[in-house]
């Protein structure tokens, strides 16, 4: 794959490789809160087997998370992986815009 090919639909930031398949998906949903809080809520990522190891997910965190900063909303990681990358990259620069998960915040799909 040469350079991440990035898509978004209504529930994930996602990569296609060069075939247009998709390889990795970051899920989300919206929520505001009763004070009007907007939060983007990250239940999971996935990324396909064989393209693990390279830092796609890492990658892909990123983008979704700088998007959504920029467009306004505090981040809810509930997945993992995506709450251990918010405290562990930039020096934890992205700590200044996660929300605690709560209640609220989990749900079956």
């Given at each position: ?106 749900y079956a799909d």
């Amino acid at each position: 794959m040469t350079a991440p090919r990035w898509f978004r639909d209504e529930k994930s930031f996602g990569v296609r490789n060069d075939s247009g398949e998709v390889i990795a998906s970051n899920f989300y949903r919206d929520v505001e809160t009763s004070d009007g809080t907007k939060q983007r809520v990250f239940p999971r990522i996935f990324v396909e087997p064989k393209h693990r190891g390279a830092g796609l997910a890492g990658e892909l965190t990123k983008h979704s998370l700088d998007a959504s900063i920029a467009e306004g909303f505090r981040i809810v990681p509930v997945c993992p992986y995506i709450d251990q990358w918010i405290r562990e990259y930039d020096g934890g620069a992205y700590l200044n815009h996660r929300d605690e998960p709560g209640a609220q915040h989990f749900y079956a799909d």
